[in-house]
């Protein structure tokens, strides 16, 4: 049964397949490692327009990232968001001292690379058999085996079940394609699905999975105060796991602190809460063991937050 469902996905990737996309044309195991880590979380558009080149420019090969420094690549990822990417790839560059491992089991000792990616990166460039299961697959494989559980473990399982491992490269591109171009999350197009025929969940699609429970984002309140001295202004790299290692102006809890000029309001939607701050400026020399001083030109060449790139707005 298989067999004839591969064929005609295979049939389907052939006519409407991305092809063009670069890092499906190079054998160069470093810019598919690159591609993979950034398309975690975001869309083929905004990689492939903003970020995918410049960054490739800036760092050619992987010998190239683990000489850099960590704000030089923080600086080229500014504005693709999920920060942790960046220093995991750096990370892994230093780690492996440039030269990417050839087999899965070893790309998973790596720094940010999970079971799905390193599957990815060793289907694609070195060609090993495997499935992988990226949010595309995710969404298929619930359809096709109709499971309304989400469960990790049994979708490993039907990966490996509905996988062609005769042609893993062209397979694993296809089915991102198929989930990206016609198993859609809110209207999939299953009139022209080349899996149409076996799927148990097309006369219901939107049952699998099971709806997640709907979660509230929070909202932060704080104080951002831009503490300015002698033409140069206090910032501190900071050390929290969601934006580890860009630099921005002293934030505060409400209340801990309101001095200075009034400069307005900022708000910054992120993916797990929304902040909202009030931004002053104190003039002064503040003395803070964390905090460095920089002219706007130096500001100019460190990576910042979207929220501290308002700030600089505001200031500017």
């Given at each position: 049964m298989h067999n004839k469902i591969h064929h005609s996905l295979l049939q389907w990737y052939k006519i409407n397949g991305r092809h063009e996309l670069p890092w499906r044309l190079t054998n160069d195991p470093y810019k598919v490692y690159v591609s993979e880590i950034m398309l975690q979380q975001t869309q083929v558009k905004t990689v492939l327009e903003r970020f995918y080149f410049p960054f490739l420019e800036a760092f050619p090969t992987m010998e190239d990232l683990a000489r850099a420094s960590l704000d030089d690549?923080?600086?080229k990822w500014e504005g693709l968001g999920y920060y942790t990417r960046a220093k995991n790839l750096y990370l892994a560059?230093?780690?492996?001292?440039?030269i990417l491992p050839k087999n899965a089991s070893e790309l998973l000792e790596l720094p940010g690379i999970g079971r799905s990616t390193a599957h990815a990166i060793s289907a694609f460039a070195y060609k090993e058999s495997l499935p992988i299961l990226d949010a595309?697959?995710?969404r298929i494989l619930y359809r096709y085996f109709a499971i309304e559980k989400r469960d990790e473990k049994l979708l490993w399982k039907a990966t490996y079940e509905l996988f062609d491992s005769s042609h893993?490269?062209?397979?694993?591109?296809?089915?991102?394609?198929?989930?990206?171009?016609?198993?859609?999350?809110?209207k999939p197009l299953c009139?022209?699905?080349?899996?149409?025929?076996?799927?148990a969940g097309k006369f219901t699609p939107q049952q699998y999975p099971e709806a997640k429970v709907k979660k509230i984002k929070p909202i932060r309140n704080r104080i951002i105060v831009v503490y300015k001295y002698n033409d140069k202004f206090a910032l501190s790299q900071s050390k929290e796991r969601f934006l580890h290692?860009?630099?921005?102006?002293?934030?505060y809890e409400l209340f801990e602190k309101n001095e200075g000029v009034y400069l307005g309001h900022i708000t910054q939607?992120?993916?797990h809460f929304t902040l909202q701050a009030d931004v002053y400026m104190s003039k002064g020399d503040y003395v803070h063991e964390e905090c460095e001083w920089f002219t706007l030109s130096e500001i100019a060449k460190l990576s910042l937050s979207r929220a501290d790139h308002k700030v600089l707005k505001l200031i500017t």
């Open positions: 690549v923080l600086k560059a230093r780690k492996c001292q440039g595309n697959v995710k893993p490269f062209e397979y694993n591109q296809a089915m991102m394609d198929l989930g990206s171009l016609i198993c859609l999350s809110k009139d022209v699905c080349p899996f149409e025929q076996g799927c290692g860009l630099w921005g102006f002293m934030k939607h992120y993916s």
